[in-house]
């Protein structure tokens, strides 16, 4: 008689992607304190965090559900969350070239591997190519 008392109970409703919820998901493995990769790496740390922020902001939940994706192959949060949990790396090999560099991922591990760039606009725009260039696994 009351199907929406039971709706929240037995019907996963994924909740809004945000860039706080994003930042959280993903776990950051930086390489050993007081290395060249570490410094290199906590440059490229906040231009994540604000990149997340200015797709929120500019371009709302469907665009971080995309990063989610093109990181993970899925736009939502599973009910039961993710296994293993999404991770970001850094590309250290791409540093002689990174015009070129573009971000790169392994959905079966949920791993996400960022450019390392001096620069918040090169980062951008190299994540917005990314992630605007990407298939989607046939869901678009």
């Known amino acids: 008689m009351h199907p929406g008392s039971f709706r929240p109970l037995m019907c996963h409703e994924p ?3 945000t860039a706080d ?3 959280h998901l ?3 493995r930086l390489s050993e304190v007081g290395s060249n990769k570490r410094r290199a790496e906590e440059l490229v740390v906040p231009f994540w965090r604000d990149y997340l922020q200015d ?3 500019q371009e709302g939940p469907s665009k971080l559900g995309k990063i989610l994706a093109f990181a993970t ?3 939502v ?3 039961v969350g993710f296994s293993p949990q999404p991770s970001i790396d850094f590309l250290h090999d791409h540093s002689s070239s990174p015009r070129r560099c573009l971000p790169m991922a392994n959905t079966c591990i949920n791993c996400l591997k960022l450019p390392l760039f001096d ?3 090169d980062f951008r725009e190299r994540m917005d190519f990314a992630v605007g260039n ?3 696994f046939g869901r678009e």
């Open 26 to 28: 993903f776990h950051i």
């Open 77 to 79: 949060i599973p009910p």
């Open 73 to 75: 192959g899925a736009s």
């Open 134 to 136: 990407t298939q989607g």
């Open 15 to 17: 909740s809004v992607l």
């Open 55 to 57: 797709v929120e902001e």
């Open 21 to 23: 919820i994003m930042d």
């Open 119 to 121: 620069k918040y606009g």
